[in-house]
């Protein structure tokens, strides 16, 4: 009995893969890449959330919208779409050599040979030889040892690594933009407190000169009064110069000349303050999170494919080639006569002096490199989200203190202008709760500012600003027969 066993396309693509020389790519496991089980850093429990929008938790509307103005229209982005590109055009590139070369020429000439002249003019136009050509070539160099296949794997895994790299650079500047964002609010609010403490110290001062005029102080309270209000003045300049930093790097950010948003930021509005704690989930989840770490991953696999190609360069190389060709006096006739060639060469570098295996070793280098460069991303995310988690507890701790600080300093201000007033107590002690004071708000705007900044980073840490659950994004969809599955862009 006879029975019929049909290969599909994909059992025929698996039997062609198992022919390709070289390691075959597994991602490298989370013992080998030294992942611990858990943070050492006091942590939510629970699974990450999506954050793939991470800046709409911090509930202002107009950082939303500058975000997502810099994820429009960021430089740096543009750049890295460009880029990835450019590795989608490696990868058509290195997919071309798997199909044949066919070129076709076609040819025509006329020749009249002339009998006579009569006075330099023809008299007779004698005959006509007219001749028309046609011909076509086609060669094929065999993948048998899948050193093409091994180049269009490791294509393939820049390509992905390519786009994971655009995701990063999305989420940097995602995180950038609220940073700076974060930064000019946190200017403007220290420009209010240290134009309130003005206000105030004026008063004390226009006070310290009563006094002096009426005869119950000496010059010196009044002295005192104005150096505390001048050395309290010093502050707003560098104050409004952090102001004008952040925003025009905000302009920048968003594709922009520098002063572009200074307009839409000018009104002062609070430091924006997100939740006070995000779950982080397992180390592991960094490697699945993480879009730079995913492309160090990927860089890995083009590295790993690349020794493949070294090692199928030592092997036989099998080119096929055939050629046809017609000649005639006339476009009809073309088709009567048709010559043609098959022919096929085999070649093998006998002697290269060990160039070739020296070739292979640089690979299997380079892939070490590679293997090396991943494990330290992975090892650099883990430490980024523990700084993250350390620098957000230590700024809710000082939030807290301060809080009281600034309320318990408000309190001594209070009193101590009432009792200067009364004559109940001397300026220096006016000037140092005063001092104490302009101290605890600041302290406290800074911690504010820290807070949120360490939200932002952690948000960064866990790789937050790209949809982790969808392909590496690409600039624009592979069509059909580019031997890629067309990726949905995420942003």
């Given amino acids: 009995m006879w029975r019929s066993h049909r290969l599909t396309v994909p059992g025929f693509a698996l039997l062609l893969a198992s022919c390709a020389v070289g390691p075959n790519y597994r991602p490298p496991e989370t013992k080998v890449l030294a992942v611990p089980p858990g943070y050492t850093t006091p942590a939510p429990n629970g699974a990450v959330p999506d954050l793939q929008r991470w800046w709409v938790n911090f509930n202002d509307p107009q950082l939303d919208l500058i975000v997502d103005l810099a994820l429009k229209d960021n430089l740096d982005i543009a750049q890295a779409v460009s880029r990835l590109r450019q590795a989608r055009e490696s990868l058509i590139q290195s997919r071309a050599s798997l199909f044949p070369t066919v070129n076709a020429n076609a040819s025509y000439s006329r020749n009249i040979n002339i009998r006579g002249r009569t006075f330099g003019q023809i008299t007779n136009a004698g005959i006509v030889n007219e001749n028309y050509a046609l011909s076509g070539d086609v060669s094929y160099t065999a993948d048998i040892f899948g050193g093409v296949r091994r180049g269009v794997e490791a294509g393939r895994a820049s390509y992905e690594s390519s786009g994971y790299n655009l995701a990063q650079v999305q989420a940097t500047i995602a995180s950038e933009v609220a940073r700076n964002y974060i930064l000019a609010r946190a200017a403007q609010a220290g420009v209010s407190i240290a134009r309130g403490s003005l206000a105030i110290q004026q008063d004390n001062l226009e006070i310290a000169g009563f006094r002096v005029q009426a005869g119950l102080v ?3 309270d009044a002295e005192q009064a104005r150096a505390q209000r001048a050395q309290t003045a010093a502050n707003v300049p560098s104050l409004e110069q952090q102001y004008e930093q952040a925003t025009n790097r905000l302009g920048v950010l968003t594709g922009q000349a520098p002063g572009a948003l200074k307009a839409q930021l000018a009104a002062t509005a609070p430091i924006p303050q997100g939740p006070g704690a995000v779950p982080v989930g397992l180390p592991a989840d960094v490697i699945r999170l993480r879009p730079d770490v995913r492309a160090a991953e990927r860089n890995l696999a083009a590295a790993t494919a690349q020794i493949g190609v070294a090692k199928a360069n030592l092997l036989p190389q099998l080119t096929l080639a055939g050629s046809i060709s017609s000649n005639a006096t006339s476009i009809n006739a073309l088709t009567d006569i048709i010559t043609g060639r ?67 300093s408000s309190n001594a201000a209070i009193l101590a202008r009432s009792q200067y007033r009364a004559g109940l107590t001397d300026i220096t002690t006016l000037n140092n709760t005063e001092v104490s004071l302009l101290s605890a708000q600041s302290g406290l705007n800074t911690a504010r500012s820290d807070q949120a900044q360490a939200l932002v980073q952690l948000y960064l840490a866990l790789g937050g600003g790209w949809n982790a659950s969808a392909p590496p994004p690409t600039a624009e969809p592979l069509k059909a027969g580019d031997g890629q599955p067309t990726p949905r862009a995420t942003q």
Avoid: H, M, P, W
């Avoid at 070490?368 to 809710?396: M, P, R």
């Fill in 342 to 408: 098959v022919f096929g060469q085999l070649a093998q570098t006998i002697f290269d002096a060990g160039r070739g295996r020296s070739v292979v070793r640089a690979r299997r280098a380079q892939a070490e490199e590679a293997f090396a460069a991943y494990k330290a991303s992975v090892l650099g995310a883990l430490e980024d989200v523990e700084n993250a988690l350390t620098a957000l507890a230590t700024a809710q701790a000082r939030q807290r203190e301060f809080e009281i600080a600034a309320d318990a």
């Fill in 218 to 220: 000496s010059s010196l």
